[in-house]
């Protein structure tokens, strides 16, 4: 059995305590990972605190950190092979999309590796003929990064990435859910060269996340995660009045009006909702379909859904692998029989194979004549599909906003003039028209309402990690005026 270590202030070292990560496609143990107490997490943040006011990364040039980000980007690409392997045995996804997608995630240490030395201030056009003030762009400190299970390298690389190129340093919690992709990880950073504390990466449950959000010293926490965890590092951020960044759920609509490509509208919803298990944030959870296409869309959907490979998942053939936890997948079951229950028509799937492993099979429910149905406005996290149609524009609009969520949504229609007016009326952070569950580096990611709030990717991220300094430089030689009157 694999053993992992945390890693605080440049050091590997053991924790005091220790649990077992199981392995989804197996349910049984296959590592032991270190469990961080409250003490851990102290002296993570003090070692990342320590490392914020050294000489040695405090008098570091904006260049000279983009080097190390450089480097840092090489050695994710260098070892990317060995960390979808991990995150594939740890979580369960499968290892098609991890080898793609951590080889991308090198391309968002590059980009804020790019903008280190770019984020600039500005001159103030003052009102007073005898001040030159300017404004500095300055790191906020120590940040707490927390990281769920899922994409557990990418959605670590969008708070890491921009952090760092601001001159913050990090304490970054991986999930107690399959943390051996970051506590790897720790091991690839510790060889580009950065300073002892620079980053530091634990593990634990909730006693150690509410160490670190309420910790005197962080200044910001970005989080991923959902919205009642999101809740908690909330009320936990007033003991430290640290800023919050809050990558939360998302319940998407997936639009298709009667005049899209239907195919390629298919084979965007398999993969909006059953790639990476469905356990993907931006899931396209909802199909909200033009009712003349409704029989015709479905009954494709269903043979597509009904071909997809389940397997292992460090099979580059399997194309949908087990749930990260036996509890995600129970919350999936008692939620399709809660909408089943509500009116909710099974078109395929809900049924749990036999076997070993936390496998769930794509699902899909047809709620048409169930609008109140659970599955609707409850996250599943999970390969299940909720479906409702429509007939007008402004009915699917008002369907598609029918939600607390507000994170990302698709549309589908060759129509542009229709497309626009679904742009300007869709309250989401996201809008991907014709396509589906595209990133990029240099795109912002996230949401409102439920799905949280700041944004991952872009410059605003690298901007998010720094607070404005105004500097004002009196210029006259003369004596101060009157004391008793504000300038």
Same mark, same amino acid.
């Given at each position: 059995m694999q053993t992992f270590q945390h890693y605080i202030g440049g050091a590997f070292?053991?924790? #005091? &305590?220790?649990?077992?990560?199981?392995?989804?496609?197996?349910?049984? =143990?296959?590592?032991?990972m270190?469990?961080?107490?409250? &003490?851990?997490?102290?002296?993570?943040?003090?070692?990342?605190?320590?490392?914020?006011?050294?000489?040695?990364?405090?008098?570091?040039?904006?260049?000279?950190?983009?080097k190390l980000l450089m480097r840092l980007a090489d050695l994710v690409a260098e070892n990317a092979p060995r960390l979808a392997e991990l995150e594939t045995r740890d979580t369960g996804k499968i290892i098609r999309e991890t080898s793609a997608q951590i080889a991308y995630v090198a391309e968002y240490y590059r980009y804020y590796a790019g903008l280190a030395d770019k984020i600039e201030g500005a001159h103030l056009p003052i009102?007073?003929?005898?001040?030159?003030?300017?404004?500095?762009?300055?790191?906020?400190?120590?940040?707490?990064?927390?990281?769920?299970?899922?994409?557990?390298?990418?959605?670590?690389?969008?708070?890491?990435?921009?952090?760092?190129?601001?001159?913050?340093?990090?304490?970054?919690?991986?999930?107690?859910?399959?943390?051996?992709?970051?506590?790897?990880?720790?091991?690839?950073f510790d060889q580009a060269g950065f300073p002892p504390g620079a980053l530091n990466v634990i593990t634990g449950g909730p006693e150690a996340?509410?160490?670190?959000?309420?910790?005197?010293?962080?200044?910001?926490?970005?989080?991923?995660? #959902? =919205?009642?965890? &999101?809740?908690?590092?909330?009320?936990?951020?007033?003991?430290?009045?640290?800023?919050?960044?809050?990558?939360?759920?998302?319940?998407?609509?997936?639009?298709v009006f009667d005049d899209a490509d239907l195919e390629s509208a298919v084979n965007a919803q398999v993969s909006g909702i059953f790639a990476a298990t469905g356990q993907s944030c931006v899931a396209g959870s909802r199909l909200v379909i033009q009712k003349g296409i409704k029989d015709a869309f479905l009954a494709r959907l269903k043979e597509k859904a009904?071909?997809?490979?389940?397997? &292992?998942?460090?099979?580059?053939?399997?194309?949908?692998g087990p749930l990260c936890t036996l509890k995600q997948r129970d919350h999936a079951v008692h939620l399709i029989e809660a909408s089943v229950k509500a009116g909710a028509k099974l078109v395929t799937g809900g049924t749990v194979p036999e076997g070993e492993g936390f496998?769930?099979?794509?699902?899909?429910?047809?709620?048409?004549?169930?609008?109140?149905?659970?599955?609707?406005?409850?996250?599943?996290?999970?390969?299940?599909?909720?479906?409702?149609?429509?007939?007008?524009?402004?009915?699917?609009?008002?369907?598609?906003?029918?939600?607390a969520f507000g994170l990302a949504s698709g549309v589908f229609t060759r129509d542009l003039t229709r497309a626009h007016r679904m742009?300007?009326?869709?309250?989401?952070?996201?809008?991907?028209?014709?396509?589906?569950?595209?990133?990029?580096?240099?795109?912002?990611?996230?949401?409102?309402?439920?799905?949280?709030?700041?944004?991952e990717g872009g410059l605003q991220a690298a901007l998010d990690y720094t607070k404005v300094k105004a500097?004002?430089?009196?210029?006259?030689?003369?004596?101060? =005026?009157? =004391?008793?009157?504000?300038?």
């Open positions: 070292e053991e924790a #005091g &305590a220790t649990f077992a990560s199981l392995d989804p496609a197996t349910g049984n =143990p296959w590592a032991q270190p469990a961080a107490s409250a &003490a851990d997490v102290d002296r993570a943040v003090r070692a990342a605190e320590a490392a914020f006011f050294s000489s040695e990364w405090a008098g570091m040039t904006a260049t000279q950190r983009g009102d007073k003929p005898d001040m030159e003030v300017w404004l500095r762009r300055e790191p906020v400190g120590v940040v707490a990064a927390i990281v769920p299970w899922n994409s557990q390298l990418f959605l670590s690389a969008v708070k890491i990435g921009p952090a760092l190129a601001a001159g913050c340093t990090v304490v970054l919690k991986a999930s107690e859910e399959g943390p051996a992709p970051m506590l790897e990880f720790a091991r690839i996340g509410a160490a670190l959000t309420s910790h005197a010293s962080v200044a910001h926490v970005a989080f991923t995660g #959902g =919205p009642e965890t &999101a809740r908690h590092i909330v009320r936990n951020s007033a003991e430290n009045l640290a800023s919050t960044s809050l990558e939360l759920g998302g319940k998407s609509p997936f639009i009904e071909a997809v490979v389940i397997g &292992a998942p460090d099979d580059m053939a399997t194309e949908v496998f769930f099979p794509p699902t899909v429910l047809d709620c048409s004549d169930a609008p109140d149905a659970p599955c609707l406005s409850t996250e599943f996290f999970g390969p299940v599909l909720s479906v409702v149609e429509f007939e007008t524009e402004a009915e699917a609009l008002e369907i598609a906003n029918t939600t742009i300007r009326g869709i309250r989401a952070g996201i809008v991907w028209v014709n396509t589906y569950r595209a990133v990029s580096p240099i795109a912002p990611f996230g949401g409102h309402g439920l799905s949280g709030h700041g944004r500097v004002w430089l009196r210029t006259s030689d003369d004596p101060i =005026p009157d =004391p008793f009157v504000m300038r």
